[in-house]
């Protein structure tokens, strides 16, 4: 939930990144943010989708819902979007939208793209639209999909709801589905970079995971919060995840994964919990956003020294992306600020 700003603490003063950031406040909360070749697209709670390049003062904005963008994901250089206005689009960088279904009352809740695929999610159904075809595969769940996540070749849709995991696997000319089981509500989902594990945020406060081969669980426990973001870091990998009062690593280099392993815990700010998190690969770090508004960096280690690219403001911070030549990064939260700066001088 958004609140008041609130003054820095004493002896706070503005970093450098706050120094040489351009401030944007649209008024409407940021739901999302993801890298868009050299720049960054992000999306809002009014419907408004905006590119953001470094060349560029200000972003370029483009009304594409009538309402709030529920969910986003990059698709080469365009954008993929899902929204409450049952909508979902593609909108390229000089904003020509495309509308690629539109289910009417029902909302899109979660879209992915790999490798040519794209796919979106509307209640029980999840929509896979392969190259050279203009008609969709539906897919249909027992219960609402939570999250959905292609693997890095494009092979397989993992699909989130109640219960657990479906997954799809492509086979000629129809998808094979193979199903993960765990009690609850599954959310967000991911697939390790190799493709051998799976991890959902649950409802609870608490990730499930499974490792493929013979689906092994992995019960990821002890988040004072839910994890509403993770992303994978490193070339470990570790998988770095909100929720917690610092950014939660967990270790992924082994064929356990982090099965009876502690996480690596790096980037703590007080009492404050982590509401966003983004892998930063040059520095082997991890961008960190809190539920104050502050932003910290820390690399992979537990020794190393973390610094602050913003102090707190007093408003949860919803979203964090750098663009892909890691030049410069994009911060936005929950009313609507945005802050988009080089991430050197």
């Not at 909108?91 to 879209?111: H, M, Q, R, Y």
């Not at 796919?119 to 539906?138: H, L, P, V």
């Not at 027992?142 to 890095?152: N, Y």
Request: hydrophobic share 35%; glycine share 12%; aromatic share 10%.
């Amino acid at each position: 939930m958004s609140q008041a700003p609130t003054k820095p603490p004493p002896g706070f003063r503005k970093t450098s990144f706050e120094e040489t950031a351009g401030l944007f406040d649209t008024g409407a909360p940021v739901t999302g943010a993801v890298a868009n070749g050299d720049g960054i697209a992000s999306t809002f709670g009014d419907g408004t989708v905006r590119f953001f390049h470094p060349s560029e003062t200000s972003p370029a904005e483009v009304h594409a819902h009538n309402g709030v963008v529920l969910c986003c994901a990059a698709e080469g250089d365009h954008l993929l979007t899902g929204g409450d206005d049952g909508k979902f689009l593609r909108i390229a960088p000089d904003g020509t939208v495309n509308e690629l279904a539109n289910f009417g009352s029902k909302w899109v809740d979660c879209v992915a793209a790999s490798n040519g695929l794209r796919a979106c999610s509307s209640g029980r159904k999840a929509y896979i639209w392969t190259s050279g075809r203009s008609e969709a595969t539906e897919l249909e769940h027992s219960s609402t999909v939570g999250g959905l996540a292609f693997d890095a070749k494009g092979s397989r849709l993992a699909v989130a709801h109640y219960g657990g995991v479906t997954v799809w696997e492509q086979k000629k000319h129809r998808w094979k589905k193979s199903k993960l089981f765990w009690q609850g509500s599954h959310g967000a989902i991911t697939f390790s970079p190799d493709g051998k594990f799976i991890v959902t945020a649950m409802q609870e406060n608490a990730l499930h995971g499974w490792r493929l081969r013979g689906k092994i669980d992995l019960a990821m426990t002890g988040y004072p919060s839910k994890a509403k973001s993770f992303a994978w870091v490193g070339e470990t990998p570790y998988l770095a995840t909100s929720g917690g009062y610092e950014a939660i690593c967990w270790p992924f280099d082994g064929p356990q994964g982090p099965m009876e392993r502690p996480p690596l815990c790096v980037g703590q700010h007080g009492e404050n919990i982590a509401t966003c998190v983004e892998a930063f690969p040059l520095l082997n770090a991890v961008f960190v956003g809190f539920q104050d508004g502050a932003v910290l960096v820390s690399e992979l280690q537990e020794t190393k020294d973390v610094m602050a690219l913003r102090g707190p403001t007093g408003i949860e911070v919803t979203a964090i992306a750098i663009n892909q030549p890691q030049s410069h990064l994009f911060v936005g939260d929950a009313r609507g600020h945005s802050l988009w700066a080089p991430l050197k001088n």
